[in-house]
């Protein structure tokens, strides 16, 4: 079992910036992947983001520009930082761990946090 921990979400407005951070506890495999998703109003669930434990990177072609994900393995942690947020970044953002290098076996969600970017 893993358990993740998201904070980081709320209110900004347009052109302004917010930090995601997610935790993860229990049995980590030394060599997973975590990422965000993200789920606005009437949307699907996308992916965002996700970092692999050796660092390799992969972005939604929405996020490449003006978000970056980055990760403490000490910590078991990753983050993102999201900048020139718009209204269309509104939703609600979910952290997922994944065992190994990608999501075909065991993986976990966060509860997700609410980002909210007024225009």
């Known amino acids: 079992q893993v358990q993740l921990v998201e904070s980081g979400g709320g209110l900004v407005q347009a052109g302004g910036s917010l930090r995601l951070s997610c935790t993860a506890s229990?049995?980590?495999?030394?060599?997973?992947?975590m990422g965000w998703y993200r789920q606005g109003p009437g949307k699907q669930r996308e992916l965002v983001a996700n970092i692999i434990s050796d660092g390799r990177t992969n972005y939604a072609e929405s996020a490449k520009v003006r978000f970056t994900i980055s990760r403490d393995n000490a910590k078991n942690t990753v983050y993102l930082q999201m900048n020139s947020l718009k209204p269309e970044d509104t939703a609600v953002y979910y952290c997922?761990?994944?065992?190994?290098?990608?999501?075909?076996?065991?993986?976990?969600w966060g509860q997700g946090t609410q980002v909210t970017v007024s225009s």
């Open positions: 997922r761990y994944c065992s190994g290098t990608g999501c075909s076996g065991f993986n976990s």
């Open positions: 229990g049995s980590i495999f030394s060599v997973n992947a």
